[in-house]
């Protein structure tokens, strides 16, 4: 007899409960700095002019389906996402030592890799603290044992960097670490290359695994290389690792789950046997990956002057919200707003990790009709030339 006894109420999500409660807001002066995605200066979604264009060669073109791919999706977008993330030349790819496939956006990315580290290489998962909401979900659903290591000091407002190398070095030997390849979510900051070169000397020495989520390539500099450096220093000093990558952010596809999960492994053999196994997890559990995003964005790759275009698009991204970052702080800096705030232009990104308390983020909620997480973590594309200065007077005044 079916009887439903363990059938609990879920809470809501909390990133879509806040997003929820924003948009059933009616104030008109309300600001959404709730969830990553990017606006444009008028507050609107933005959808990319270079992914306009190849919308339109995609509709025109005769030849273009609605086939399956294959288990491994879209090889011809795996194939350019896997050099965008490891370098045009990659020394890895000629040796045969990577294997890539399309996964469904970047959580599908760290879902997949995850079994696949549970099935083939367990050990526990160490994840930031903070970090994005969806981590410790993830790995806990793959039955990987999930600890914190220490990311955010709070009362300089920059990486707990001294815990870090503790936590590097304390670790057990062979435990896997999930790192943010660039613009660390919800912080903002990146390791120093220097520092990064530390953290891959421990983990070589301890044997521990590394997980780069790749969310925001191109996003945290606006240039593509410099947010690929981690990833690539990782795979010249020839660790072997997984790299999760999302297209939603740098290609504005959130909602067509765009993404893909690459492996890089010491020898060919080894390679191949991942491959097999990498399909044989999307047959159980997606089968096939979605085909428009991967179309859209194997079209830009492979076209010389539609990635061109697209670089210019992420530039201008990325230097709006730098734009956002520096108005803000000049408006606090003018209010003479109590507290250090140089953090606001320091990070990188799309998230700006303001150091707001709980009771902080509640307070202009509810006066200010101001949504960002409870961890007082601001979407900065949220922020516009009407709004700011808006946002900057309910910092000011909750934090006097
Ligand atoms: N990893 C991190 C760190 C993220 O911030 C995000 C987006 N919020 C993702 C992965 C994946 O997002 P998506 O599944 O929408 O590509």
New binding site residues.
């Given amino acids: 007899v079916v009887t439903w006894t363990d059938l609990t109420q879920q809470p809501e999500d909390p990133i879509f409960k806040l997003l929820n409660e924003c948009i059933a807001d009616s104030d008109p002066s309300k600001i959404n700095l709730s969830i990553?995605a990017y606006r444009d200066e008028t507050g609107k979604p933005w959808v990319l002019p270079v992914v306009q264009k190849a919308k339109q060669i995609l509709l025109s073109d005769p030849a273009s389906n609605h086939e399956y791919f294959g288990l491994d999706g879209n090889r011809s977008f795996t194939e350019a996402s896997a050099r965008l993330i490891l370098g045009q030349d990659s020394a890895a790819m000629k040796d045969k030592r990577v294997t890539h496939i399309q996964a469904v956006?970047?959580?599908?990315a760290?879902r997949l890799g995850a079994d696949f580290l549970a099935k083939f290489r367990p050990g526990t998962v160490y994840i930031t603290n903070p970090t994005?909401g969806?981590h410790p979900k993830i790995f806990a659903a793959s039955h990987l044992k999930v600890v914190e290591y220490n990311y955010w000091d709070g009362k300089t407002r920059t990486i707990a960097y001294d815990t870090l190398l503790d936590n590097l070095n304390t670790a057990p030997v062979g435990s896997i670490f999930v790192l943010?390849a660039c613009a660390h979510?919800p912080t903002g900051l990146d390791p120093t290359h220097d520092q990064w070169k530390q953290i891959a000397s421990i983990m070589k020495e301890r044997q521990l695994f590394p997980f780069f989520?790749c969310?925001y390539q191109g996003f945290a500099s606006g240039d593509l290389d410099r947010d690929a450096w981690a990833v690539r220093y990782f795979v010249e000093q020839g660790f072997e690792l997984l790299v999760?990558q999302?297209f939603?952010?740098n290609f504005g596809l959130?909602s067509e789950r765009t993404?893909c999960l690459t492996g890089v492994f010491a020898d060919k053999e080894t390679t191949v046997k991942a491959h097999s196994q990498f399909c044989a997890l999307v047959r159980c559990s997606i089968s096939n990956a979605p085909g428009f995003g991967a179309k859209i964005v194997d079209i830009v790759l492979k076209d010389a002057a539609l990635t061109k275009e697209w670089k210019e698009n992420l530039k201008t991204m990325a230097n709006r919200i730098t734009l956002m970052r520096e108005k803000l702080f000049e408006h606090l800096k003018k209010m003479e707003t109590p507290g250090i705030w140089t953090h606001i232009t320091s990070q990188i990104g799309m998230f700006s990790y303001t150091g707001l308390t709980l009771a902080q983020v509640a307070a202009i909620k509810s006066k200010f009709h101001v949504y960002m997480t409870d961890e007082g973590r601001v979407s900065m594309a949220g922020l516009n030339e009407s709004n700011v200065k808006q946002f900057a007077e309910a910092v000011d005044w909750v934090v006097r």
């Fill in positions: 990553g956006s970047g959580t599908g760290v994005w969806n943010h979510n989520d969310a999760a999302s939603s952010k959130y993404g």
